[in-house]
């Protein structure tokens, strides 16, 4: 919807359209326009959920950088002015299609436990389910050596020059974005807590408000230390001796050995076929296999002709995904922890085939996992995935080069902990773990959690067609599902398909938001679903398109966050 204005100007008459205020996830289906035009460039692009940054990676690539120089620059950005979704003291996961050798690859640049984390341990304190936030819930950060990683081998710049906006808004300051700095105030109780992150975050006992300009000095002085003295000074120098030192004094179990023998892995993509498109994901310990499971059981019916977010594609939706996630928790862990073959036989279509012939039309439906004979405890599922505060962002360049990226401290402001003066605040992603004996994703030394992040891209005959993510925990898969079907089989372009009205299903009850009507909600009620407001529920997409006739680079930036796509 759109209102025109009427406006004498020299004589001639003009009409003014402008964009009325809309409500997340409000637009319902069809050959709609999006609440904003596609971005366009033939140079590069960039989407990231915080304009600051989108500007930051825009200049990168303008100055002759290529996509990965402008993704760790915008990433370095965005782990300043968004403190509550991302920081240096979380993780990381890229996707890269190389255009020197024509190629994709994937980074893995998430942290595993302490050595000292056994069972034992945690039996010991007393503990019978991994706490969501504490010292006991952080893991060895990976983002520095994520973006050192993606430097050295794809980027054209050093990470140095590539820190060098984020150090001047940590040190200078910026002002704080409208949804950001809701996030934050939403946390002021949690950050009043511990006394290194009021002091960081809540300048005069307060968080800032929307439009007040925030520094954080302390993370621009560890930023700088970064840029001289590269990852090891995040990993065996001044800094990790100042968090380790912080772990001690709370009683963590993280040291000296934990952070110099980290490293990131770069890893193959996962990938399933999807109506004739190539989708890649990330292998575990990412839920990637949820959404290409999902889409290879979604895949045997004919999608378009139910109509995009009528009761019978919502329905069948849900069921794929309540099928994915009961595989997710009984099966994914660390990769090396998962029982040989299981992740061949989930993303295959055989196996598709035989799940969704359990679907009824009718009648929603209990589902156990596929019967792989890897756990021995098939009833746990994963819960602290709705924790999910992340950024996602993706840039391509004129060369052909290609970036999905996403980072995340997991929680909103992660652990709710800042290491001493550090300026860090620290992810809870060992929460991801579980204490059940035996189970693929029980606590162990040295091991990567569950994790929810994955960054996502299309290939169309061999070649990058959409780089994508959607933020947000247990969102994410189902979401990337939604995404791919919008785009896929409705011919959305990439701006309306990550903003239409999505539903997100969690437990027993069934999120939507408010672009789908009454009239489907009753429907989905017969059915035996449990529809509720979603408002606030379904992150934030980002997401680039190639056009394969002009080789035009397209963006996507949703109005759920304060993002920007923007192109040259």
Request: glycine share 12%; proline share 4%.
């Amino acid at each position: 919807m759109r209102s025109s204005i009427l406006v004498a100007l020299t004589g001639v008459l003009l009409i003014v359209t402008t964009p009325q205020a809309q409500v997340p996830g409000d637009r319902p289906a069809g050959n709609i326009r999006g609440t904003r035009s596609v971005a366009l460039g033939r140079n590069g692009m960039i989407a990231t959920s915080q304009a600051l940054a989108s500007a930051a990676g825009l200049k990168a690539l303008q100055d002759g950088g290529n996509a990965i120089d402008a993704a760790i620059t915008a990433a370095g950005v965005l782990a300043v002015v968004e403190p509550s979704m991302n920081g240096i003291g979380g993780d990381l996961l890229a996707i890269v299609w190389d255009a020197k050798t024509k190629k994709v690859y994937a980074l893995d640049a998430t942290g595993r436990s302490a050595y000292g984390a056994t069972p034992e341990e945690f039996a010991k304190r007393g503990l019978k389910s991994m706490p969501g936030s504490g010292p006991l819930s952080v893991d060895v950060p990976g983002v520095v050596d994520g973006w050192s990683q993606l430097l050295t081998r794809f980027g054209t710049i050093n990470l140095a020059k590539a820190l060098q906006p984020a150090i001047k808004y940590a040190r200078d300051g910026f002002p704080v974005q409208e949804i950001i700095a809701d996030d934050w105030n939403d946390a002021a109780k949690r950050l009043s807590q511990d006394a290194a992150a009021a002091k960081t975050f809540l300048p005069n006992g307060q968080p800032p408000l929307h439009g007040e300009v925030f520094a954080n000095p302390r993370l621009a002085a560890t930023l700088e230390l970064i840029a001289k003295g590269g990852r090891d000074a995040f990993y065996k120098g001044t800094i990790a001796r100042a968090i380790i030192a912080d772990m001690r004094v709370r009683n963590g179990l993280l040291d000296e050995r934990d952070f110099s023998e980290h490293k990131s892995d770069w890893v193959e993509p996962i990938q399933t076929t999807y109506r004739g498109h190539d989708v890649l994901e990330m292998p575990p310990s990412t839920q990637g296999f949820v959404a290409l499971e999902m889409l290879n059981i979604l895949e045997g019916f004919d999608i378009k002709a139910l109509g995009h977010n009528t009761a019978e594609y919502l329905h069948l939706v849900i069921e794929a995904k309540k099928i994915a996630f009961a595989d997710r928790a009984a099966y994914l862990a660390d990769r090396d922890a998962m029982a040989k073959d299981a992740l061949k036989t989930l993303l295959s279509k055989d196996y598709a085939a035989m799940r969704r012939k359990e679907i009824s039309m009718e009648k929603t439906g209990n589902y156990k996992p596929g019967g792989l004979g890897a756990t021995t405890s098939q009833d746990v599922d994963f819960t602290g995935a709705d924790l999910g505060d992340t950024i996602y962002m993706t840039a391509a360049d004129g060369q052909g080069n290609v970036i999905s990226l996403i980072q995340s401290l997991f929680g909103s402001f992660g652990a709710g902990i800042v290491a001493g003066d550090t300026g860090i605040t620290l992810h809870n992603r060992g929460s991801g773990f579980n204490l059940t004996a035996g189970h693929p994703n029980e606590i162990a030394p040295h091991k990567r959690p569950l994790h929810t992040l994955v960054p996502a891209m299309i290939l169309k005959d061999g070649k990058p067609f959409v780089s994508f993510g959607v933020m947000g925990g247990d969102n994410q898969a189902q979401a990337h599902a939604q995404v791919v079907m919008n785009l896929i089989d409705f011919g959305m372009n990439i701006q309306t398909a990550g903003e239409v009205a999505r539903m997100r299903h969690g437990g027993q009850e069934l999120s939507l938001e408010s672009g789908i009507g009454d009239e489907v909600r009753t429907a989905l009620s017969a059915r035996g679903h449990k529809p509720r407001d979603g408002r606030g529920a379904m992150g934030g997409f980002q997401g680039i398109m190639i056009d394969p006739r002009t080789g035009v680079l397209m963006g996507g930036s949703d109005l759920r966050k304060d993002g920007l796509a923007i192109g040259w």
